[in-house]
Each structure stands twice: as structure tokens, then as C-alpha cells.
């Protein structure tokens, strides 16, 4: 036993006593890591919400990238006077169905409710048909025989067909019809405006952006030339009334880089407004892609196309076939209104009819005399015709005019562009001589500057002269109504 005793060694903890004590102090251990974890959450939430706001804001102020067919396409779906003319083409379409239900019978119901103070009747006296020994006096007594009651109740549904009215109404449809057209043409004038107006806008910002640059480049130029002018004026090399130039330069450049700024502003204001957008809405124009090219037809082609394609003369064709339309309607007034009638009707208390009956036939009616209106319509159709007639030769000509202009513009801005191009080209070349004649010292700060800066205004007449080409033939184009989108 005792050797058994000196035997025994304590057995170390087992695996799972580990674990166990484990479990316990990561149970200890728990609270306090969650709890360290949402201090941590309640620091960082209002940095987190700070941050957010401000990435918020930040995506809120960031200006708006716009090439110009992003801006054409909004403006076409967000412009309020495109959305007037095509609601205006909804309440011509309303009308031709309104003109159109004249086509079918027309089914109403007339009921009535009539109460008569008195009625007269039929009254046999007694003995009026005779006496005799049998049976005695025929009636034996006088008889009244009332006609109806004294409360009537009718009621009847009737059909009506129109017949020989279908001539004028034809001609109130052919009417209602060309309304619909004009409206239409009305719509594809207003988004060719529209495009072309965005254009302009577009094309202005762009321009009051370059001009604006060069400005600053002159400020620049000016300040570098305004102070070699005051050292001049201190070492005695120049006079004071150099300096006094080259400030009122300076002056005159900062006036002109202020007034691109408000030209700016405004502009893009008037752009927003016409896409539809908050007219606070900065917009970050595409400068590289917004000159689209545009194939101009023949001058002779572009006559021939205004004349079948120009809103102007299509819209004052439409006028002549209303015109026209009108004259028929008033030459069909001789014709005599024949109207079908088919009637059901239900009566109680009228005297002679039974409960319920039905009424066919046919209603006539003619003017047999009417003071000479319907002959003063027709004069007067005939003379609004003609001047519908006369107003679409006057369309046509004016349109003809508006295209040999719109197209000598073009040329004339064809050529404008090429000179422009060479200037810039010159205007390069002296801005790379006079950064190597500063490199070499053998020009002055203010003679780089200058010749960058007139650099940057070439490029603005280069960018002007190509925008007004552009722009000359859309308008050309919307003349003859293929304006580009």
C-alpha cells in the first residue's frame, strides 16, 4: 500500500478542462469587447456622417457634363414651349373626334312628366241613342267619357341618322384634319428652334469661356509689362506716361475678362432655362466634340427642298386646304338637311294612343330664304382662299430668300474659318519664337506673355469662326427643314 502511495503522481488538467476555461473567459471577455466596439461606433458615426455630407455636397456642386447633343436631346424632352405645342396637337386631335362623331346616329331619350289643371270630355246625355219600350232610354242616364288623366307620363328613345348633312360634315373633318397637320408642323418648327437656340447658347458659352482665357492671358501679359514698366520708370530708362498705358491696358483687359464672366452667366442661365434644368446649374461644356459636321446640300438643291420640305410652306399649304374646305361647306349649304328617324315611345295618360308604340319616317328641312347669308359665306370663302393662295406664293418666295442668304453666309463664314486658321497658325509660330528668344534672353517676361496671350485669342476667333460656320448651317438646314440633331 505504501509503495503504491509513493507511486502516485497528480495527473495534469485534461483537454477538455482547457477548453472549459477557456469558453469561461472569452464569456468574461464578451461584454467588454462589444462594448469597446460601440464606443468606438458612437466616436466615429458623427466623423462618418460629417464625411458623408460632405461627398454629398461635394457630388451636388460638381458642374454638369454636357456634350451638345446631350443638351439638344434635353431640351427636346424638357422644353415647356415644346410641351405646349405637342399638348396643342392633343386638343386638335380631340377636336377631329369630336367633328368626327357627327359621322354616326345620334340616340338620346326624352321623357316628361305633365300634370293639366282640367281636361275636356265627351258628354251623352240620356236617351240619345234612342227610347225604347223594352229596354228604355239608351244611355238610361247622361255619361261623361273623359279624355286621358290629368298627370301624362312619356317617355321615348329615338335614333338620328343625318344623310345629306355628311357632305358638310366631311368638309368640318377635312378642316378639323389640316388643324391637326399645322399643330404637328407647329411641333417639328418648335424643336428645330429649340436645337438651333441650344446651339447658339452652346456655341456662346464656348466662345465667352476662350475669350474670357484670353483675357486673363492678357492680364497676365499686362501685369508682367506693367511691372518691367515701373522698373523702367525707376531706373529712368522709360516715362511715366508708359507705365499710365500699360496700366489702362491692364485695366482694360480685367473689364474685358468681367464681361466674359457676366456673358457667361447669363448665357448659361438662358441654356438651362431652355433645357428645363435649375437655372443655377453649373455646366461643364464639351469644348472638343461640340463642332458637328454638317454636309450642306447644293444651293440649288436646298431651294428645291425648302419648297416641299419647309415648315413655313407646309404650314401655309394646310391653310389652303382649310381654306378650301371652307369654301365647300359653304357652297353645301344649298344642300336640303334630310334626316332618318326611328323612334320608341311609351305613354300613360294620353287619350287615343296606346302604352307603348314606335315612329319611323324621315325629317326634311331647307332655308327657303335667309337674306342672302349663304351666298355672302361663300364670297367670303372664296376670298379667304385667295389669300390663302396668295400667302403660300409669298411663303414660298420669302423661304427662297431666307435659303440664298442662309447659304451666302456660309460661304462667306467658309472662307472666314480659313483665314482664321492661318492666323492661328501665324500666331503659334510667334509664341514658340518668343519662348526660344526668353530662353536665349532675348526678349522680355511681357513679350512671351503678349505673344501667348494673343496666342489664346487666335484660338478663340479660330473656335468662333468654325462655331459660327456650324451654326450658320444648321440654320440653313432648319430653313429647309432637315435642321441636324
Same mark, same amino acid.
Given at each position: 500500500?505504501?509503495?503504491?502511495?509513493?507511486?502516485?503522481?497528480?495527473?495534469?488538467?485534461?483537454?477538455?478542462?482547457?477548453?472549459?476555461?477557456?469558453?469561461?473567459?472569452?464569456?468574461?471577455?464578451?461584454?467588454?469587447?462589444?462594448?469597446?466596439?460601440?464606443?468606438?461606433?458612437?466616436?466615429?458615426?458623427?466623423?462618418?456622417?460629417?464625411?458623408?455630407?460632405?461627398?454629398?455636397?461635394?457630388?451636388?456642386?460638381?458642374?454638369?457634363?454636357?456634350?451638345?447633343?446631350?443638351?439638344?436631346?434635353?431640351?427636346?424632352?424638357?422644353?415647356?414651349?415644346?410641351?405646349?405645342?405637342?399638348?396643342?396637337?392633343?386638343?386638335?386631335?380631340?377636336?377631329?373626334?369630336?367633328?368626327?362623331?357627327?359621322?354616326?346616329?345620334?340616340?338620346?331619350?326624352?321623357?316628361?312628366?305633365?300634370?293639366?289643371?282640367?281636361?275636356?270630355?265627351?258628354?251623352?246625355?240620356?236617351?240619345?241613342?234612342?227610347?225604347?219600350?223594352?229596354?228604355?232610354?239608351?244611355?238610361?242616364?247622361?255619361?261623361?267619357?273623359?279624355?286621358?288623366?290629368?298627370?301624362?307620363?312619356?317617355?321615348?328613345?329615338?335614333?338620328?341618322?343625318?344623310?345629306?348633312?355628311?357632305?358638310?360634315?366631311?368638309?368640318?373633318?377635312?378642316?378639323?384634319?389640316?388643324?391637326?397637320?399645322?399643330?404637328?408642323?407647329?411641333?417639328?418648327?418648335?424643336?428645330?428652334?429649340?436645337?438651333?437656340?441650344?446651339?447658339?447658347?452652346?456655341?456662346?458659352?464656348?466662345?465667352?469661356?476662350?475669350?474670357?482665357?484670353?483675357?486673363?492671358?492678357?492680364?497676365?501679359?499686362?501685369?508682367?509689362?506693367?511691372?518691367?514698366?515701373?522698373?523702367?520708370?525707376?531706373?529712368?530708362?522709360?516715362?511715366?506716361?508708359?507705365?499710365?498705358?500699360?496700366?489702362?491696358?491692364?485695366?482694360?483687359?480685367?473689364?474685358?475678362?468681367? &464681361? !466674359?464672366?457676366?456673358?457667361?452667366? @447669363?448665357?448659361?442661365?438662358? $441654356?438651362? *432655362? +431652355?433645357? #428645363? =434644368?435649375?437655372?443655377?446649374?453649373?455646366?461643364?461644356?464639351?469644348?472638343?466634340?461640340?463642332?458637328?459636321?454638317?454636309?450642306?446640300?447644293?444651293?440649288?438643291?436646298?431651294?428645291?427642298?425648302?419648297?416641299?420640305?419647309?415648315?413655313?410652306?407646309?404650314?401655309?399649304?394646310?391653310?389652303?386646304?382649310?381654306?378650301?374646305?371652307?369654301?365647300?361647306?359653304?357652297?353645301?349649304?344649298?344642300?336640303?338637311?334630310?334626316?332618318?328617324?326611328?323612334?320608341?315611345?311609351?305613354?300613360?295618360?294620353?287619350?287615343?294612343?296606346?302604352?307603348?308604340?314606335?315612329?319611323?319616317?324621315?325629317?326634311?328641312?331647307?332655308?327657303?330664304?335667309?337674306?342672302?347669308?349663304?351666298?355672302?359665306?361663300?364670297?367670303?370663302?372664296?376670298?379667304?382662299?385667295?389669300?390663302?393662295?396668295?400667302?403660300?406664293?409669298?411663303?414660298?418666295?420669302?423661304?427662297? &430668300? !431666307?435659303?440664298?442668304?442662309?447659304? @451666302?453666309?456660309?460661304?462667306? $463664314?467658309? *472662307? +472666314?474659318? #480659313? =483665314?482664321?486658321?492661318?492666323?492661328?497658325?501665324?500666331?503659334?509660330?510667334?509664341?514658340?519664337?518668343?519662348?526660344?528668344?526668353?530662353?536665349?534672353?532675348?526678349?522680355?517676361?511681357?513679350?512671351?506673355?503678349?505673344?501667348?496671350?494673343?496666342?489664346?485669342?487666335?484660338?478663340?476667333?479660330?473656335?468662333?469662326?468654325?462655331?459660327?460656320?456650324?451654326?450658320?448651317?444648321?440654320?440653313?438646314?432648319?430653313?429647309?427643314?432637315?435642321?441636324?440633331?
Amino acid at each position: 500500500m505504501s509503495a503504491i502511495s509513493s507511486s502516485f503522481t497528480p495527473l495534469p488538467a485534461s483537454t477538455a478542462d482547457k477548453k472549459n476555461t477557456k469558453r469561461l473567459e472569452q464569456v468574461h471577455r464578451g461584454p467588454r469587447t462589444r462594448r469597446h466596439m460601440m464606443e468606438f461606433v458612437l466616436l466615429a458615426l458623427p466623423c462618418l456622417l460629417f464625411c458623408a455630407s460632405h461627398i454629398a455636397s461635394a457630388q451636388k456642386n460638381e458642374p454638369m457634363q454636357l456634350t451638345l447633343s446631350q443638351a439638344i436631346d434635353l431640351a427636346l424632352n424638357q422644353n415647356r414651349d415644346l410641351k405646349l405645342a405637342q399638348l396643342a396637337v392633343t386638343d386638335k386631335e380631340h377636336k377631329k373626334e369630336i367633328a368626327r362623331s357627327a359621322y354616326f346616329p345620334e340616340i338620346k331619350n326624352e321623357s316628361s312628366v305633365l300634370h293639366v289643371t282640367e281636361l275636356a270630355g265627351i258628354t251623352i246625355p240620356a236617351g240619345t241613342y234612342g227610347s225604347f219600350p223594352v229596354t228604355g232610354p239608351i244611355p238610361a242616364q247622361s255619361l261623361f267619357i273623359g279624355q286621358g288623366g290629368l298627370t301624362g307620363y312619356t317617355s321615348g328613345t329615338g335614333l338620328a341618322q343625318p344623310l345629306t348633312q355628311m357632305f358638310k360634315i366631311h368638309q368640318s373633318n377635312r378642316a378639323a384634319t389640316t388643324d391637326i397637320n399645322s399643330a404637328k408642323i407647329e411641333v417639328t418648327q418648335a424643336q428645330n428652334n429649340v436645337a438651333l437656340k441650344v446651339r447658339q447658347l452652346y456655341y456662346g458659352i464656348l466662345i465667352a469661356q476662350l475669350k474670357q482665357q484670353a483675357a486673363m492671358e492678357e492680364v497676365a501679359a499686362g501685369e508682367v509689362k506693367t511691372q518691367e514698366s515701373a522698373d523702367a520708370v525707376e531706373q529712368g530708362q522709360a516715362l511715366d506716361v508708359v507705365l499710365l498705358e500699360n496700366r489702362a491696358s491692364l485695366l482694360d483687359a480685367r473689364q474685358s475678362s468681367l &464681361v !466674359q464672366k457676366l456673358q457667361i452667366h @447669363d448665357l448659361t442661365v438662358s $441654356l438651362n *432655362d +431652355l433645357m #428645363g =434644368v435649375p437655372l443655377t446649374t453649373e455646366l461643364k461644356l464639351d469644348a472638343d466634340n461640340s463642332i458637328l459636321s454638317t454636309v450642306v446640300p447644293s444651293r440649288e438643291e436646298c431651294l428645291r427642298i425648302a419648297q416641299e420640305n419647309s415648315p413655313e410652306v407646309r404650314a401655309a399649304e394646310q391653310s389652303v386646304e382649310k381654306a378650301k374646305a371652307g369654301l365647300a361647306a359653304a357652297k353645301d349649304a344649298y344642300i336640303p338637311d334630310i334626316t332618318a328617324l326611328a323612334r320608341y315611345s311609351y305613354q300613360s295618360g294620353i287619350p287615343f294612343l296606346v302604352h307603348n308604340f314606335g315612329t319611323f319616317g324621315v325629317a326634311f328641312s331647307y332655308d327657303l330664304f335667309d337674306g342672302g347669308k349663304r351666298e355672302a359665306e361663300i364670297r367670303d370663302a372664296r376670298t379667304v382662299l385667295s389669300q390663302a393662295d396668295l400667302n403660300l406664293e409669298k411663303v414660298k418666295e420669302e423661304v427662297a &430668300v !431666307q435659303v440664298e442668304k442662309a447659304y @451666302d453666309k456660309v460661304e462667306q $463664314l467658309q *472662307d +472666314l474659318v #480659313g =483665314v482664321a486658321n492661318e492666323v492661328l497658325a501665324t500666331r503659334t509660330e510667334a509664341a514658340r519664337l518668343a519662348d526660344r528668344r526668353f530662353e536665349q534672353t532675348a526678349a522680355l517676361a511681357s513679350a512671351r506673355a503678349e505673344a501667348h496671350a494673343k496666342e489664346i485669342s487666335a484660338k478663340a476667333s479660330f473656335l468662333e469662326a468654325n462655331l459660327s460656320l456650324s451654326l450658320a448651317q444648321s440654320d440653313l438646314m432648319r430653313t429647309i427643314g432637315q435642321l441636324p440633331r
